[in-house]
């Protein structure tokens, strides 16, 4: 007959482990995100977020795996289950993701919103939803055409809309609790700053577009002078809106 | 609270609005139009939260340096609109850092609104004037949202770079309201296009007593004012757009005709001067200058500055004076002309007035262009020295009056908004 003896070090050492392994993760989480936040300054802050909590999420599924593994459990079935599930999600939904994250990109990178008149793959019409599978648009002779959002990225898409190629959107994303008088007024300020390169006939206009308790989605509008300091705009624009988020941080508000 | 006496526990600020925007949500309340009404307005010195006749005030406060920015662009806004010259360098109006704290107000106006929507779940909002014009657009709900323009809309006065933001801003409503025919034609030619309305500013008339002729007498004599003497009285708050130059112009030419005339000039500093609001100094400034303008042109002793009266000594002044006078340059509409006709008092009104389209030359009222002191001289001769001429014409401007009160405001308002809801 075989004996089992477990002493107080054989439980106390892997839980230690376990909590020196969460520290440390927890400490790299924050390190990381913040070095991604520096990286990323002269990014979209919307990207900037959203690149912040992916290094962020990666950091504790592997701490929490490590940690886990310490307390003497088999992660490796665990990891062989979530990834089939993984892969078969992929699969099965590949077109539904594909235009999910095409709409992402679209919002980001290709120049249309709603209310633009827009030409793509042979139809023409004024933009009046976009939805994460598709983009609905209302033709002259007022038929809804969807088309699917992989089009906006794979393919040319003309916008016909007056002055459209003047406008920038910055997309800002908040805590649902912000000052957002004190933002406004700090952002204006900063775009008064390169008035010389943006249309005179059009200020900037922040507007909301989206509000939980816990978070806002602005948008930053401008009109710029020329087509050619776009990017450039866009990138220092992007950097003074991150800078009066980080200086909002540090004055408590949120 | 509900208790509060007005002019000793509070005051309403200078100008119209207030004194027609108070009457019509106490109307519409009594009439069961309204459930509630909450009033969400910049109040530098008051509570944060007050009730008063059963409306609730939600007080925005700002600090010192947001006031001053907020106080030069609503300044800049009003004098463009009313074509002043000092004000045409404000086309870049929207792209100076005074401008980011109009916006901050504004924005924290709609934040202030929106929560209260959050606990309330009002059915409409209702923005009045000028100050307030981007909060429909920052509010950024699809509940019914109303402006009313009350200064004058004179699409040729609007600088070029202001279309654009005052197009947006004016298009997030879904109705604006006018307070004459003539602006509600020039909103239209600038291109809204939405819903557009005009309806005349209005007074409630059981807030206008009747002093007796003692009383009216007792506050000419505390004024100066013989009792021989006739008296032609301007109501408006000491400011260059209100013409008082154009008035004090007039009497000098009069005098020699009417050398029993007096000029009253009452009224002092506008919300944006008086020391209970924004502060600054321009109705000190006007009043200075208009002093010295008596004294060059040798009439000083024609024209008495009455400074700021209350409702009862002003309904008093109404009562001892033998017609108004509404010389303003521009003028949203010109309420002064419809109190004047409540005590039966004829005017002689300026044509860059929104309210000179109710008068009907030599019935109500008689009429001149703003520029044109000799014709508001020969005006003011006219009915200085025709008292009969003058009480029909008060007579008749008394009747006119009527569609000018709170009743018709009401009606008209409430047709706007139910038919919103």
Redesign the interface.
């Known amino acids: 007959m075989e004996v089992f003896q477990v002493t107080l070090s054989d439980m106390l050492l892997p839980a230690l482990s376990f909590l020196v392994i969460i520290v440390v993760t927890w400490v790299t989480a924050y390190v990381l995100g913040a070095i991604v936040s520096r990286l990323m300054s002269r990014s979209t802050p919307l990207v900037a977020a959203q690149a912040k909590r992916l290094v962020w999420a990666f950091v504790w599924f592997v701490g929490l795996l490590l940690a886990v593994e310490q307390l003497g459990l088999h992660v490796e079935l665990l990891l062989l289950i979530v990834g089939l599930m993984g892969a078969a999600v992929i699969v099965g939904n590949r077109d539904s993701l594909e235009n999910i994250s095409a709409r992402y990109f679209t919002d980001l990178y290709v120049p249309i919103k709603v209310g633009d008149y827009v030409a793509v793959r042979g139809q023409t019409g004024r933009v009046i939803e976009m939805n994460p599978i598709c983009t609905i648009i209302l033709s002259a002779d007022d038929q809804l055409i969807s088309i699917p959002n992989t089009v906006f990225v794979k393919e040319a898409v003309v916008n016909a809309t007056p002055q459209a190629w003047k406008e920038l959107t910055i997309p800002i994303m908040v805590g649902g609790d912000v000052d957002?008088?004190?933002l406004?007024?700090s952002v204006?300020?900063s775009c008064?700053k390169i008035?010389i390169h943006l249309d005179?006939?059009?200020?900037p206009?922040l507007?909301?577009k989206s509000?939980t308790p816990q978070s806002a989605e602005l948008t930053l509008t401008l009109m710029v002078k020329e087509p050619g300091r776009k990017e450039a705009i866009s990138a220092e624009m992007n950097q003074r809106i991150s800078a009066i988020l980080e200086s909002a941080k540090k004055k408590g508000q949120p | 609270m509900g208790g509060m006496k007005e002019e000793v526990d509070y005051r309403f600020t200078p100008g119209g609005v207030t004194r027609m925007v108070f009457p019509l949500l106490k109307r519409m309340k009594e009439a069961g139009i309204l459930k509630g009404a909450t009033w969400v307005s910049l109040n530098p010195g008051g509570p944060r939260h007050s009730v008063l006749d059963g409306i609730e005030f939600r007080n925005v406060l700002l600090d010192h340096e947001s006031l001053a920015g907020y106080g030069k662009t609503k300044e800049a806004i009003w004098g463009t609109v009313h074509g002043l010259s000092e004000a045409s360098s404000s086309g870049?109006m929207?792209?100076?850092?005074d401008?980011?704290?109009y916006?901050?107000?504004n924005?924290?106006s709609a934040?202030t609104m929106r929560a209260l929507d959050g606990e309330g779940d009002f059915d409409l909002f209702y923005v009045h004037d000028f100050q307030q014009l981007p909060v429909g657009?920052?509010l950024?709900t699809l509940k019914p949202k109303v402006f009313r323009w009350h200064i004058p809309f004179d699409r040729t006065t609007i600088p070029?770079?202001w279309?654009?933001?005052l197009s947006?801003y004016l298009n997030s409503y879904d109705v604006v309201i006018a307070s004459s025919r003539r602006y509600l034609d020039s909103l239209k030619e600038f291109g809204f296009g939405g819903v557009a309305r005009h309806v005349y500013p209005y007074v409630d008339p059981s807030d206008y007593s009747k002093p007796t002729a003692r009383e009216a007498k007792a506050l000419a004599r505390g004024l100066g004012i013989a009792d021989r003497e006739k008296v032609a009285v301007v109501v408006a708050r000491m400011d260059p757009i209100k013409g008082q130059d154009r008035a004090i112009r007039a009497m000098a030419k009069v005098r020699s005709q009417e050398p029993d005339l007096r000029l009253l000039l009452v009224g002092n500093g506008s919300f944006s001067s008086s020391s209970g609001g924004l502060k600054l100094s321009k109705g000190a400034a006007w009043r200075a200058r208009l002093e010295q303008l008596a004294k060059d042109l040798g009439v000083q002793d024609r024209v008495t500055f009455a400074g700021h009266l209350s409702q009862r000594e002003l309904d008093a002044a109404y009562v001892r004076s033998s017609f108004t006078v509404l010389p303003s340059v521009q003028e949203g509409f010109g309420l002064v002309v419809i109190e004047g006709w409540i005590h039966g008092r004829p005017s002689v009104v300026s044509t860059g007035a929104g309210v000179s389209e109710l008068v009907q030359e030599r019935a109500n009222g008689l009429l001149f262009e703003p520029d044109d002191v000799d014709t508001l001289a020969d005006q003011m001769a006219r009915l200085a020295s025709d008292e009969a001429l003058a009480r029909k014409m008060g007579a008749r401007g008394r009747v006119t009056s009527r569609s000018c009160f709170v009743e018709e405001g009401v009606k008209q308002e409430s047709d706007i908004m139910l038919g919103l809801v």
């Open positions: 957002l008088a004190e406004e007024r204006l300020k008064n008035r005179q006939r059009f200020p206009v507007s909301v509000r | 870049d929207f792209w100076r850092d401008f980011t704290d916006a901050y107000y924005r924290l934040e657009y920052m950024g070029k770079l279309i654009e933001p947006t």
